[in-house]
């Protein structure tokens, strides 16, 4: 934690206290997850919205359209007492709490989503042994930097990427020859 110290007209110093910033998940309105991050981005937030890809078929058309990967989220980078300010924000409906605060996530998860985005599932795996239920971090490949949970289902290897506090689980598939144990 950053300190400063500035002084008063008695002469007087006090410390300052540089603030907290942290990542927070904010529930929107329905269908309003990418005009609630433009408007906060707008009011001077830092926003992540995790986006995906998907191809939408009509009957005289196809397109690609970016659908949020968990609806009604968005992710906002600020103090808890910056928080109280996104209640006037049109497209606001709560902010997730833990124990009476507000939920803090980790900056790991955030960039475990990012990682996980980046990238298609890689399939085919080496037939190597490694014992679910054991932490593992992915070392090569299009996911590396992600920490996980190995689960091994026959002859793949799955890491498991938790976000612990909205009760989210995703699951990639990489080469056994990427990862290693921690």
Same mark, same amino acid.
């Given at each position: 934690?950053?300190t400063?110290?500035?002084?008063? &007209?008695t002469? $007087?110093?006090?410390?300052?206290i540089?603030p907290i910033?942290?990542?927070f998940?904010?529930y929107?309105k ?11 981005q !707008? ?17 005289? @058309?196809?397109?690609?359209?970016? $659908?949020?990967?968990?609806s009604s989220v968005v992710?906002v980078?600020c103090?808890e007492?910056q928080?109280s /300010? %996104?209640? &006037?924000?049109?497209g606001f409906?709560?902010?997730l ?16 989503l990012?990682?996980l985005l ?7 795996i080496? &037939?190597?042994v %490694?014992?679910? /239920? ?12 992600i920490?996980g949970?190995?689960v091994?289902?026959l &002859?793949?290897?799955r890491?498991?990427?938790e976000? @612990? !506090? %909205? /009760?989210?689980?995703?699951e990639?598939n990489?080469p056994k020859?990427f990862?290693?144990v921690?």
């Amino acid at each position: 934690m950053l300190t400063t110290t500035t002084q008063t &007209n008695t002469g $007087k110093e006090f410390p300052l206290i540089a603030p907290i910033f942290s990542w927070f998940v904010v529930y929107t309105k329905a269908q309003a997850e990418k005009k609630f991050a433009e408007r906060l981005q !707008h009011a001077g937030y830092e926003v992540y919205l995790p986006l995906q890809e998907e191809l939408k078929q009509w009957s005289d @058309r196809k397109k690609k359209i970016q $659908k949020p990967l968990i609806s009604s989220v968005v992710f906002v980078r600020c103090t808890e007492a910056q928080l109280s /300010g %996104l209640y &006037n924000i049109l497209g606001f409906s709560r902010v997730l709490r833990y124990l009476g605060k507000p939920a803090v996530v980790q900056p790991q998860e955030i960039l475990n989503l990012q990682i996980l985005l980046q990238q298609a599932v890689v399939r085919d795996i080496q &037939n190597d042994v %490694l014992t679910p /239920g054991i932490a593992i971090e992915v070392v090569r490949g299009p996911f590396k930097g992600i920490i996980g949970t190995a689960v091994q289902v026959l &002859n793949t290897l799955r890491v498991k990427i938790e976000i @612990r !506090h %909205l /009760g989210v689980a995703f699951e990639i598939n990489v080469p056994k020859s990427f990862v290693k144990v921690l």
